[in-house]
């Protein structure tokens, strides 16, 4: 009952986050047919660029969704700090799982909450496709298409941990054997290079996440 009302927390903050969207979208959608498209900027900073950018009767318009996405902001805030807290002070397991480049206490918290046992597993190896990341088949004769992983299990873990993923490969990522070998996935090249060369290294990840769970060892980026 405990791991689950921590759980609710992590719950809360996404509906929270979904809103939010909602809102931003619904704002960008409203304004674009009177000729106004709004500059790219961080949700947090949206609703000041509205005020200083759009016209008196927009705004009047726009104004009661940019209050609910400052609110929403605000709500969020409280949410990354009780899960902040939650990591540092009840779930000690997750330090290990936090030295991995691009997983925060928001990622190890879900992924240690949603596997509850790290005991389920003989295998770290064999997180991946409890995890949903494992390639579906449908082998016919001489044909083996490549599809699609199966995607089980939480969607939400599973989206964050391509989300790490993307900072892995990403721009800011540091240099490590994880980003080296999916960087050497991606350079192979053909269809859909870069979303296999992501999904292989969300895979990848979550085994690894699981390893430094069970063995509380210090993470060697090399």
Known sequence: ????????????????????????????GLVK????????????SFAGRCRADL???????????LKQIELATAQ??????????????????????????GVGALTALTYVL????????????DV????GFRPRRSQSGDSDPQLGITKAGDRYRRKLLVQSAHYVLGHYGPDSALRQWGQRIHARGGKNAKKRAIIAVARKLSIL??????????????
């Open 55 to 65: 016209p008196a009767e927009l705004l009047d318009i726009a104004e009661p969704l």
């Open 76 to 101: 969020i805030t409280l949410c990354d700090k009780r899960i902040e807290e939650l990591a540092d002070g009840v779930y000690h397991e997750t330090k290990a799982l936090r030295q991995t480049p």
């Open 114 to 125: 949603t596997v509850a046992d790290k005991r389920r597993f003989a295998q770290s190896r």
């Open 128 to 131: 991946g496709c409890y995890l």
């Open 209 to 222: 996440l699981h390893r430094l769970w069970v063995t509380q060892a210090e993470y060697s980026f090399l």
């Open 1 to 28: 009952m405990e791991m689950q009302r921590s759980l609710n927390v992590i719950r809360a903050r996404d509906v929270l986050v979904r809103m939010r969207t909602m809102a931003v979208n619904a704002v960008r």
């Open 33 to 44: 047919p009177c000729g106004y498209r709004l500059p790219i900027c961080s949700t947090e």
